[in-house]
């Protein structure tokens, strides 16, 4: 059974960073592309950042690009979010979310992943 398991969400003041992480287990994703996604009240879940396995290409929503930094460690079989100038309008329930094919097509859209996991809360504060 695949789970994906987040950490690392908190409170953070704006300007501040904070670090994600997603543990994957049941399968590996080395050739799999991963992805964070957020979702904030009243909003729908939207796109953050994309990564296909062993790193060969990420793919930013324009609102994160030059702030956000993903990554993953396919050795863990761990996907991680580097979130640096946090701003306020970050501020959502993180997803972490694979895709089940071996491709290293990079996907915005939500219904081209098929694991995710159960979400982490990043709040930031004015």
């Known amino acids: 059974q695949v789970q994906l398991i987040e950490s690392g969400g908190g409170l953070v003041q704006a300007g501040g960073s904070l670090r994600l992480s997603c543990a994957a287990s049941?399968?590996?994703?080395?050739?799999?592309?991963m992805g964070w996604f957020r979702q904030a009240p009243g909003k729908e879940r939207e796109f953050v950042a994309a990564v296909s396995g062993r790193s060969i290409g990420t793919y930013y929503d324009d609102s994160v690009k030059g702030r956000f930094a993903i990554s993953i460690n396919n050795a863990k079989n761990t996907l991680y979010l580097q979130m640096n100038s946090l701003k306020p309008e970050d501020t959502a329930v993180y997803y972490c979310?694979?895709?089940?094919?071996?491709?290293?097509?990079?996907?915005?859209?939500?219904?081209?992943?098929?694991?995710w996991g159960q979400g982490t809360q990043v709040t930031v504060s004015s």
């Open positions: 979310a694979a895709r089940s094919s071996d491709t290293y097509y990079l996907t915005r859209v939500t219904q081209d992943y098929r694991y």
């Open positions: 049941g399968r590996t994703f080395s050739r799999n592309v």
